[in-house]
């Protein structure tokens, strides 16, 4: 009966990891097809037009200054734009922002400093209120740890003299993508997200998010939409869904990229991804089944299913590391071999590798430099799994949690900064179950030698370096690591080549 239940199990979640792989490898071809296609505006402005930029903070106090004298340096005319700095601050970022906003002012800027105490809906609460003050008809949203490039608003505002234009997406760039083994991972999933992903939906007609920061709003697009809400930990990607099923299309601008800081400890990665998962899952909830029964195209309701449901995938990859067992009949036979293990493995696993291949491939890293970055890619995304699921599963069963920041700390050189140690993420009861699974995976790595499982080898290693290094770096092991990795050849040939 055991046996029974166990296969029932395992086949639903390699059903549905394959349904996922299939997904991706779809992205693969369509990007492959679509990657030189370029937006062009649909004309020129005459006179350039209003533009507000809101840069919501909170506790910020490393990261500010570096914030307000990028926006202070953006290439237009000064008379064309004003700042709304949005801030809840609750320390001493509230002193420093108000004495730089003042120091503006006698330059000639039209900035506004907006302090909140009560932190109603956190960063959407924020973003709504600036909305009822805002001057212009568009409105540039910057997190406090981008630095927005001076020529922004000249490359991506003529896209809206289309009408129908409701929000311009730029693409993240990476300021401290060297500082770490941690940061360099970090920095290729998000280029897997914004280059090949976001790329494929808008080319294809689907749609596609904005990303929270570093995009340009249409403020009737926000008004008519319903504006910014706060049910769900990711405002931007509901905001984004609602706007888009009202009619309005979004421009997504791979070459125009906003540099940002990148999260330096695992705790604040692991939060990070932790909210933007729950998030997704709440607007799953909230706005799937409302695009499901709508006279949507078909292709955009596909899409929009596996976007929405993407982080689901987590689950699965936590429960399939729950449910593999060694098998002390060794190696399977040669039809199981074809007819089962090998398309599992094309389907689940390869079209990982492919579409991290491919992200590779366009940032322009050495195809022997991958051979390292591809299993740690695979290694962490199965570390952040039981982070993760426990996020979808909070979401799933309405589990109430606060937004939580994720720290900034000034951060473009690869020295660690005393901000460390004031701005920091709690670290979580997680790291228990993560190193039992590392010892888990430590023990089937034995197991796997002494039955001669030689093609199951390879994926017990990197179920167990996930868990692992997910686990130590959870316990403020950044600099074992580190050392670890600058004692490497790998360390020499990575930082050889600016990665």
């Known amino acids: 009966m055991l046996g029974l239940l166990w296969y029932f199990l395992y086949g639903i979640v390699v059903l549905g990891l394959s349904v996922y792989g299939v997904h991706r490898l779809w992205m693969i071809i369509t990007f492959v097809r679509c990657r030189n296609q370029k937006h062009k505006p649909l004309s020129t402005f005459d006179v350039l037009p209003q533009v507000t930029i809101q840069l919501p903070i ?34 001493e970022t509230c002193d420093i922002a108000r004495q730089e906003v003042e120091r503006l002012k006698k330059q000639g800027f039209q900035i506004e400093y907006i302090h909140r105490t009560n932190r109603e809906g956190f960063k959407a609460g924020a973003l709504q209120n600036g909305l009822d003050k805002a001057r212009g008809e568009f409105v540039a949203i910057f997190d406090a740890d981008f630095v927005p490039a001076s020529n922004l608003l000249r490359k991506s ?125 709440q607007t799953c909830k909230k706005l799937l089944p409302r695009i499901l029964s709508s006279e949507l195209p078909l292709k955009i309701k596909l899409e929009a299913a596996f976007h929405l449901t993407s982080n689901f995938a987590y689950l699965l990859l936590a429960a399939m590391a729950l449910l593999i067992i060694p098998d002390p009949k060794g190696n399977p036979d040669l039809v199981t071999l074809m007819c089962i293990h090998i398309p599992i493995f094309l389907l689940a696993s390869f079209t990982v590798i492919l579409f991290y291949a491919l992200v590779l491939w366009q940032v322009r890293i050495k195809w022997y430099l991958g051979m390292v970055y591809l299993p740690m890619l695979i290694a962490v995304g199965i570390g952040l799994s039981i982070n993760n699921a426990k996020a979808v599963l909070e979401a799933l069963f309405n589990m109430e949690s606060p937004f939580s920041r994720t720290p900034k700390h000034g951060i473009e050189s690869k020295k660690r900064p005393e901000a460390l140690a004031v701005y920091f993420s709690q670290k979580s009861w997680l790291v228990v179950l993560e190193f039992l699974m590392f010892a888990h995976y430590v023990h089937y790595i034995f197991k796997a030698f002494d039955y001669g499982l030689w093609l199951s080898l390879p994926f017990f290693v990197l179920f167990c370096a996930g868990f692992g290094y997910t686990a130590l770096m959870s316990i403020g092991a950044n600099n074992w690591a580190d050392w670890i990795f600058a004692k490497t050849r790998v360390k020499s040939l990575i930082t050889s080549h600016g990665i």
């Open 157 to 281: 505002v003529d896209y809206f003299t289309d009408e129908r234009i409701g929000m311009i997406q730029t693409r993240w760039g990476h300021i401290n993508r060297g500082f770490s083994l941690l940061t360099r991972i970090q920095a290729l999933l998000l280029d897997g997200h914004l280059l090949i992903e976001q790329t494929v939906r808008n080319r294809s007609g689907r749609f596609f998010n904005f990303n929270g920061t570093a995009g340009i709003w249409r403020k009737s697009t926000i008004l008519d939409a319903g504006g910014w809400e706060h049910d769900t930990l990711t405002e931007d990607l509901d905001l984004s869904y609602r706007a888009q099923m009202q009619g309005w299309r979004f421009v997504f601008l791979p070459e125009v990229i906003t540099p940002a800081e990148l999260p330096v400890d695992m705790n604040a990665f692991k939060t990070q991804q932790h909210r933007w998962a729950k998030g997704a899952v």
């Open 58 to 91: 909170y506790n910020e106090k490393y990261v500010i200054k570096r914030l307000l004298a990028a926006v202070c340096d953006l290439d237009y005319p000064i008379e064309r734009f004003d700042i709304q700095v949005l801030d809840d601050s609750t320390d």
